[in-house]
Protein backbone atom coordinates (compact mmCIF):
# COMPACT_ATOMS: atom_id res chain seq x y z
CA UNK A 1 0.00 0.00 0.00
CA UNK A 2 2.38 2.01 0.55
CA UNK A 3 4.17 1.75 -3.17
CA UNK A 4 0.47 2.63 -4.31
CA UNK A 5 0.70 6.00 -2.11
CA UNK A 6 4.32 7.09 -3.50
CA UNK A 7 2.73 6.68 -6.86
CA UNK A 8 -0.36 8.18 -6.41
CA UNK A 9 1.52 11.19 -5.15
CA UNK A 10 3.58 11.40 -8.37
CA UNK A 11 0.91 11.47 -10.81
CA UNK A 12 -0.64 14.21 -8.47
CA UNK A 13 2.83 15.76 -8.58
CA UNK A 14 2.78 15.45 -12.53
CA UNK A 15 -0.49 16.71 -13.10
CA UNK A 16 0.04 19.69 -10.54
CA UNK A 17 3.17 20.79 -12.55
CA UNK A 18 1.20 20.31 -16.52
CA UNK A 19 -1.55 22.79 -14.55
CA UNK A 20 0.85 25.02 -13.56
CA UNK A 21 2.52 25.34 -17.16
CA UNK A 22 -0.59 25.42 -18.24
CA UNK A 23 -1.83 28.19 -16.36
CA UNK A 24 1.53 30.65 -17.05
CA UNK A 25 1.20 29.50 -20.59
CA UNK A 26 -2.21 31.26 -20.62
CA UNK A 27 -1.24 34.47 -18.52
CA UNK A 28 1.91 35.05 -21.33
CA UNK A 29 -0.43 34.52 -24.03
CA UNK A 30 -3.35 36.50 -22.86
CA UNK A 31 -1.61 40.20 -22.95
CA UNK A 32 -0.65 39.43 -26.69
CA UNK A 33 -4.24 39.29 -27.24
CA UNK A 34 -5.24 42.04 -25.80
CA UNK A 35 -2.41 44.13 -27.36
CA UNK A 36 -4.06 42.46 -30.50
CA UNK A 37 -7.49 43.48 -29.80
CA UNK A 38 -6.52 47.27 -29.05
CA UNK A 39 -4.68 47.24 -32.18
CA UNK A 40 -8.13 45.73 -33.85
CA UNK A 41 -10.67 48.00 -32.04
CA UNK A 42 -10.88 51.58 -33.49
CA UNK A 43 -10.36 54.37 -30.61
CA UNK A 44 -13.87 54.84 -30.45
CA UNK A 45 -14.94 51.27 -29.21
CA UNK A 46 -12.17 51.55 -27.01
CA UNK A 47 -13.66 54.77 -25.37
CA UNK A 48 -17.01 53.18 -25.45
CA UNK A 49 -15.73 50.08 -23.67
CA UNK A 50 -14.52 52.58 -20.68
CA UNK A 51 -18.15 54.63 -20.46
CA UNK A 52 -20.11 54.59 -17.84
CA UNK A 53 -24.54 55.11 -16.69
CA UNK A 54 -25.41 57.54 -20.00
CA UNK A 55 -21.98 58.27 -21.49
CA UNK A 56 -22.38 56.56 -25.00
CA UNK A 57 -25.73 59.41 -25.10
CA UNK A 58 -23.56 62.45 -24.09
CA UNK A 59 -20.87 61.23 -26.47
CA UNK A 60 -23.15 60.32 -29.54
CA UNK A 61 -24.58 64.00 -29.22
CA UNK A 62 -21.21 65.47 -28.81
CA UNK A 63 -20.59 63.67 -32.04
CA UNK A 64 -23.34 65.29 -33.72
CA UNK A 65 -22.66 68.32 -32.64
CA UNK A 66 -18.80 68.68 -32.88
CA UNK A 67 -17.81 65.79 -34.93
CA UNK A 68 -14.14 66.72 -35.33
CA UNK A 69 -13.54 68.06 -31.91
CA UNK A 70 -14.83 64.89 -30.26
CA UNK A 71 -12.97 62.79 -32.92
CA UNK A 72 -9.33 64.04 -31.27
CA UNK A 73 -11.08 64.17 -27.98
CA UNK A 74 -11.83 59.91 -28.45
CA UNK A 75 -8.53 59.61 -29.96
CA UNK A 76 -7.06 61.12 -26.97
CA UNK A 77 -8.65 58.70 -24.35
CA UNK A 78 -8.04 55.76 -26.25
CA UNK A 79 -4.43 56.12 -25.85
CA UNK A 80 -4.59 57.11 -22.61
CA UNK A 81 -6.56 53.85 -21.69
CA UNK A 82 -3.89 52.10 -23.89
CA UNK A 83 -1.50 53.19 -22.12
CA UNK A 84 -2.83 52.38 -18.84
CA UNK A 85 -3.09 55.80 -17.87
CA UNK A 86 -6.06 55.82 -17.46
CA UNK A 87 -8.71 52.82 -16.53
CA UNK A 88 -11.34 54.47 -14.91
CA UNK A 89 -15.26 53.86 -16.09
CA UNK A 90 -16.19 57.65 -17.09
CA UNK A 91 -20.16 58.04 -16.56
CA UNK A 92 -22.02 60.79 -18.46
CA UNK A 93 -21.67 63.56 -15.98
CA UNK A 94 -18.08 63.35 -16.31
CA UNK A 95 -17.93 62.86 -20.17
CA UNK A 96 -20.07 66.03 -20.61
CA UNK A 97 -17.96 67.92 -17.92
CA UNK A 98 -14.76 67.10 -19.34
CA UNK A 99 -16.22 68.62 -23.16
CA UNK A 100 -17.48 71.51 -21.20
CA UNK A 101 -14.30 72.27 -19.46
CA UNK A 102 -12.39 71.97 -23.01
CA UNK A 103 -14.63 74.34 -24.61
CA UNK A 104 -17.49 72.15 -26.10
CA UNK A 105 -20.91 73.18 -25.13
CA UNK A 106 -22.34 69.96 -25.89
CA UNK A 107 -26.54 70.30 -25.51
CA UNK A 108 -28.16 67.63 -23.74
CA UNK A 109 -32.05 66.56 -24.35
CA UNK A 110 -33.72 67.21 -20.71
CA UNK A 111 -37.03 65.84 -19.82
CA UNK A 112 -38.35 66.97 -16.37
CA UNK A 113 -41.10 64.59 -15.17
CA UNK A 114 -43.15 65.05 -12.32
CA UNK A 115 -46.01 63.03 -10.52
CA UNK A 116 -49.67 62.91 -11.49
CA UNK A 117 -51.93 61.11 -9.91
CA UNK A 118 -50.00 58.72 -8.87
CA UNK A 119 -48.04 58.40 -12.02
CA UNK A 120 -45.06 60.32 -13.73
CA UNK A 121 -45.61 62.48 -16.86
CA UNK A 122 -43.81 65.22 -18.21
CA UNK A 123 -44.05 68.89 -17.31
CA UNK A 124 -44.88 69.66 -20.19
CA UNK A 125 -48.07 67.24 -20.33
CA UNK A 126 -49.20 68.82 -16.90
CA UNK A 127 -48.73 72.03 -17.70
CA UNK A 128 -50.59 71.53 -21.23
CA UNK A 129 -53.42 69.59 -19.29
CA UNK A 130 -53.39 72.26 -16.26
CA UNK A 131 -53.89 74.86 -19.66
CA UNK A 132 -56.84 73.03 -20.57
CA UNK A 133 -58.22 72.56 -17.53
CA UNK A 134 -58.71 76.63 -17.62
Not at 10 to 15: G, I, S, V
Amino acid sequence: MNDDDLELEKLKAKRLAEMQKNISTIKQTKPAEDQEEGKKASPREIVVKSLGFRGEEVLQNAESQFPIETRSVIDQLAKLILSGEFNEQVDGGQLLSLFRTIGLNVRMNTKINVEQDGKFVSLSEKLNAKKNDE
